[in-house]
């Protein structure tokens, strides 16, 4: 699908929730989840997870999609167009910075999957020792050669495909990644709940200790849903921009929540076993699943050798292609504002987003070897720009998205929208709640968790 230019429709609504799903699931629910669910706790971290999915991110979705097929444009043009003449449409220039910042710090964690890729093309992650495991990660990321040309390979790769417009390309090979990498994933499950000492991972993921949950952790909740449905930063709704008018944002909404969160929770459980079983320490950050992966493949190598490096191998190949549908969705934001704003030729739009990015993507990637002891806010720079988009950005973003459905729009357009012009059946009862529940509930607890979370 080309963003730009003529706005064609997505072809059907099976196609926008392929497309939802491949910008939604990727290294947030892979590599970020299971690192969240270590800081915070695992159970309770994983129930004020769901919960936030639920009653917080998928009525968000709803909201940026309504603008988005509404207005038919790019965020600052939708805004322009709806709310003429008014302030909203600076929300297009938020969701660019929140965009690149995301985009910067994301093709570090891609450049480690990449750089994963091509060690288990040697087999060295399948034949490899576990005990040793976590120091092939440290090695990566401590060398800023490696860790810095990884990271210049993924985002140079999101550029050229956004550039090449071969977006289509990658979408069909994603019908093959997706589901490739989610039979690997249930694979991992069962052999890591299968490893010694599993046990009290898998007891860390289900018995919830609420004591370990504050307001750090639902803020930390909230801004994971948000992350890890891509909420908040415009790709929503520059997707919804293409979404047929008789298609149900409703049901796209609760397939793109529901597949992304089972892609989490798959995570989580494929990862924290194995975490226990090697006695890594869960609140490990970051680094957590990059240092776990190497483990898990390496026993599986021990006791079958073969499909250890097959496993291996489709596995990273799967995660790579993940990264890349997410990370493109990021980089079109930036790209879309230049080219429809200001009139930049698509490559200068690419090239002045690259270059600021790759610089950025540098502090970010040392943040992880010579880097790692200078600290803004008491955080890394990587840290801090995963912490302020999601924390901070995105949930603001979000807030302003509800807050311009539920105050700024027509009653009556939201109700098309969401009936997508009396062709999908919403009776009044149902319609009056969740138009209750966009003006009056999702705005304060949105702002709640945000101010908890900002004072404490
Ligand atoms: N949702 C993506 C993930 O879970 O990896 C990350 C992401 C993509 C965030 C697109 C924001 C976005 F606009």
Redesign the pocket.
Known sequence: MNMIGKRENFGSQFTFIMAMAG???????IW?FPYMVGEHGGAAFIIAYILCCLTIALPGFVCEAIIGRRARLGVYGAFSKLAPGTKWKWMGAACVLT?FI?VSF?SVVGGWSLDFLLRSLTGKLSHGNPDGAVAIFNKMAASPVESISMMAAFLGLTALIVLGGVKKGIEKFTKITMPMLFFLMLLIVVFSCLLPGAGEGIRYLIKPDFSKLDGDGWAAALGQAF?????G???VLIYSSFMKKEDSIIKSGLWTAGS?TMFALISGFAIMPAVFSAGIEPSAGPPLVYETLPYIFAKMGQDAPILGYAVTLAFFLAVLT??LT??I??FE?CVEHAVEQYGFKRWQAVLAFFVPGFILGIFCSLSFGPMKDVKLFDKTIFDLCDYASSNIL?TLGALVFVLFVGWKMKKADVRDELTSGGTVRLGNGVFNVIYFLIRWIIPPAILVIFLINILQ
């Open positions: 910008s939604a699931i990727g290294l947030g629910n970020r965009s995301i994301y992350f890890s449905m891509s909420l930063m415009g790709t992304d993940a990264a997410s990370s969705s990021m934001v995105m």
